[in-house]
């Protein structure tokens, strides 16, 4: 299945500082990088970068509140959005996600690929790496128009995610998604045209979705996938990580070497990834950057570099479901009160 790489520009000052931020993110820009976007730019190493985290983190999810902020909607597809959420994100291959049971006061967390059998909680909180923690509210407007009703749908997501290992927060973010439905009301005040719970739900879902792209994509930046070069023949490297570790196709990377225990960007590459490793294609060598120069030249001149060296590779933005890119574009400006 191909991903798709996302990023959240806007939020670059928020992320490197690692603070929080009491602004609401309101319908965020998503931007698809590509190596054509980014060959111009430097060849840098991104923020929050760790070789202690190139692996498959686990990360529980608690969802604490879900509530019904205005309008009348169905308690039964409030009450969804927890596990929705929850399998959302499980859907990051980046990491190993838990849902969070509450028994006896104790939050304990059971797999995703168990959710469904009768499998106790397997975890405790102590076992994670991450908890992401998340307070629902929605709401629905509606509007009239001259010719129909508009339903207008908003989820807004309060998120905080904790280092269990330092105690830290990481971040929190308050974000919020909308959508929006056009409804003909009959008479009596019932909907006609088809409309249903079934299709309320949907347009709930994918204004959560918004939402929930938000968390994602500051939890990639913070734990940006990598991994180890194990092989490399010319300008084509293999890394010790793969799809299943969250690296996605044609997914921008930097590779670095670790020299005198300074890490050097060497070069910018593109990520084929098969399950469990990548191959890597090397699209430009950081020879213009005078500490980097040296060590390229040794690389290109010595097959056997790698032998009594280490070479890393760091990705560029974060792998995450096609499907979400397509929910994200269901959505709603308010020009479309007047229509």
């Not at 923690?133 to 749908?153: H, M, N, P, Q």
């Not at 084929?272 to 120069?293: C, G, H």
């Not at 060296?309 to 974060?318: C, E, F």
Request: aromatic share 8%; charged share 25%; with cysteine.
């Amino acid at each position: 299945m191909k991903y798709g790489l996302v990023y959240l520009g806007g939020l670059l000052a928020v992320l490197a500082a690692g603070c929080s931020s009491d602004d609401i993110a309101l319908e965020p820009t998503h931007a698809t990088y590509s190596y054509e976007q980014v060959k111009d730019q430097e060849i840098a190493l991104p923020a929050n970068y760790n070789k202690n985290n190139y692996r498959k983190l686990l990360l529980g999810v608690a969802v604490n509140d879900i509530g019904v902020k205005a309008g009348e909607i169905s308690p039964n597809v409030v009450q969804t959005l927890s596990t929705r959420l929850q399998t959302e994100m499980a859907k990051l291959k980046r990491f190993s996600v838990f849902s969070a049971h509450n028994r006896g006061g104790v939050l304990l967390f059971q797999s995703l690929a168990d959710v469904g059998d009768a499998k106790m909680p397997d975890k405790n909180s102590r076992e994670m790496d991450l908890i992401l923690s998340a307070s629902i509210t929605v709401s629905k407007e509606k509007t009239e128009r001259k010719y129909d009703d508009l339903l207008i749908y908003e989820v807004e997501c309060d998120f905080s995610c904790e280092d269990i290992r330092t105690g830290e927060v990481k971040f929190a973010e308050k974000a919020t998604g909308r959508t929006a439905r056009a409804v003909k009301f009959g008479l009596g005040g019932r909907r006609v045209g088809g409309y249903s719970e079934e299709d309320e739900k949907q347009a709930i879902y994918n204004a959560a979705m918004k939402a929930i792209a938000v968390a994602a994509n500051k939890l990639g930046n913070y734990y940006p996938v990598g991994g180890q070069i194990t092989g490399m023949l010319s300008t084509r490297m293999t890394m010790d990580k793969g799809f299943e570790h969250g690296v996605g196709k044609d997914m921008v990377m930097t590779v670095y070497a670790s020299v005198s225990g300074v890490d050097v960007p060497v070069a910018r590459a593109v990520a084929s990834p098969s399950d469990l490793t990548s191959s890597l294609k090397i699209m430009q060598w950081n020879d213009d950057d005078e500490d980097a120069e040296p060590i390229v030249d040794e690389i290109r001149k010595d097959r056997n570099w790698l032998k009594n060296n280490k070479l890393y590779a760091v990705g560029i933005g974060l792998a995450t479901p096609p499907e979400w890119e397509n929910q994200y574009k269901d959505s709603f400006d308010e020009s479309m009160r007047a229509r």
